[in-house]
């Protein structure tokens, strides 16, 4: 129905940049909220962010004011531009997208993840 593609990911130095890149293609007309989770080695999968199609965003407080998210519509990509990047913040990084169809319920995808490692 649904396939989502994660890019931009990589390794940097503490203090440096990533911008994430999330391309949803198949039957996107119904998506509507688009975010991301990640998961560190050994620990449990967490919230990061997320936006709705008309742009209200939500972010984990360990991220606020260093985590910015975007999405373009007319491309179905969601963004995930970081700054200030921790070694903490070193995770598989997870795109995810709601779709709600009309007359259906709310079904969850998911992209493969790309990894993001942060070297102090």
């Known amino acids: 129905q649904v396939q989502l593609v994660e890019s931009g990911g990589g390794v940097v130095q503490a203090g440096d940049s990533l911008r994430l890149s999330c391309a949803a293609s198949g039957r996107t007309i119904f998506m509507n909220t688009m975010g991301w989770f990640r998961q560190a080695p050994g620990k449990d999968r967490e919230f990061v962010a997320d936006i709705s199609w008309s742009g209200g965003t939500n972010y984990v407080a360990s991220v606020k004011g260093r985590f910015t998210i975007s999405r373009d519509n007319a491309k179905n990509t969601v963004y995930l531009q970081m700054n200030s990047l921790k070694p903490e913040d070193t995770a598989v990084y997870y795109c995810?997208?709601?779709?709600?169809?009309?007359?259906?319920?709310?079904?969850?995808?998911w992209g493969q993840g790309t990894q993001v490692t942060v070297s102090s």
């Open positions: 995810y997208a709601l779709l709600t169809p009309s007359g259906r319920s709310t079904s969850t995808y």
